[in-house]
């Protein structure tokens, strides 16, 4: 009885939350034109040349593969402001910004495990953390950004209840309070990560 | 002058995180090591390629494309070795493990 | 050519390093100690095809680093299902 209660719940909060997020799901066009946006510059870099029929070639493929797989990178955006600003906000500001921040955390994480290695200073354990995520590709970017900050390593993601868990294997506990916990390991990565994903 | 110093400096990188998969105890903390330190020194190494390499702005370009690349899927395979490594049944040595709590 | 003797050193630290971690990947206690290790030397042979593309000026030896890459992500992925199903061949 009880656990079909819990079960019960669950199906209602998570059929609410995709509610409200279908509500405001970006139209088609604009997830064509985001993917094509994104695939573009990577043909153009891969390929290797910029003579005028190769990246002839180039739009209409990726247009193509864009108009067939449109669903897969742009489906967790948040809808705001129109196409124009977001497209402009996201290449100019948000992604260089998330870049440098993340390059230093990389260079701080590195040089922090090698003083782990010369002094062997360790204290592990595994502590589980809340975040305010909910959609797959932000969860899925939040953990590899921990996993690349200083001392920590996700380990797995659980949902319950409408909430989102992540498992972290620290290398040096500091405190087993949640929220504390979480103010330390996530940092300001998440308030970044909510301005797109929902 | 700023392309050498970065080339040793992930050179020392990746030596200590080759150093830290031989010293360290079990796996969870070598997985610290091997994710950390591979794609740091990755990084710093393949932007002062970029810096050094006698091409066009495009070939340049690619050096870049690839250091994201491995920032992309390095993390992503070191969480799906751990994960695995835990339901293959490796206790980790910890202090407190909230994991067991909740899978028992 | 002070740039290529850089380089071809780059190249032998980085082959000093691989050798240390086949001590992990032959005489790991455990079977992920051995993936781990086999993971970190697919890396370092990705940054050494790439230094060899700089001092060789042949650039399409990148197109290959990025496809190894790739290789070693998904075999990578098809390890960690194998041990998540406890080290069972179905």
Known sequence: MHFYLKERLEEVRKRVLYEQYAARKIPTWERIIL????????????????RPANVAIGAATTLIISSLMRDMLTLDVRSKGNILQKGLYFMLVWAPQLAVIMMFRILESSVRVARNVMFMDINPGIVKIKTDLNSDTGITVLANS??????????????????TYLYVHWIDVETLNREKAGEEIKGDIEEWLKKIFW | MIEYLLLAFGEAIMVFGALGILRFPDVYTRLHAATKCDTGGAMTILIALALMAHAPTLVRL??????????????????????????????PKVVVDMYAWDNP | MAEENFLVGAVMILTFTSLLLTYRVLFGPTTPDRVVGVNTITTKVVVMLAIFAVIRAEYYLLD?????????????????????RGGAID
């Open chain 1, 35 to 50: 993917t094509w946006m994104v695939l573009l510059p990577f043909w153009l870099v891969v390929s290797g040349n910029s």
């Open chain 3, 64 to 84: 290959l680093a990025i496809v190894l890459l790739m290789v070693n992500s998904v075999g990578g992925l098809i390890f960690a299902k194998y041990l998540e």
């Open chain 2, 62 to 91: 690619k050096f870049l494309v690839l250091a994201f690349l491995i920032a992309l899927i390095n993390p992503m395979v070191s969480h799906a070795i751990a994960r695995g490594a835990y339901k293959y049944g490796i206790k």
């Open chain 1, 146 to 163: 921990i996993t690349l900050t200083p001392g920590t390593l996700t380990l797995d993601v659980r949902r319950k209840l409408g909430e």
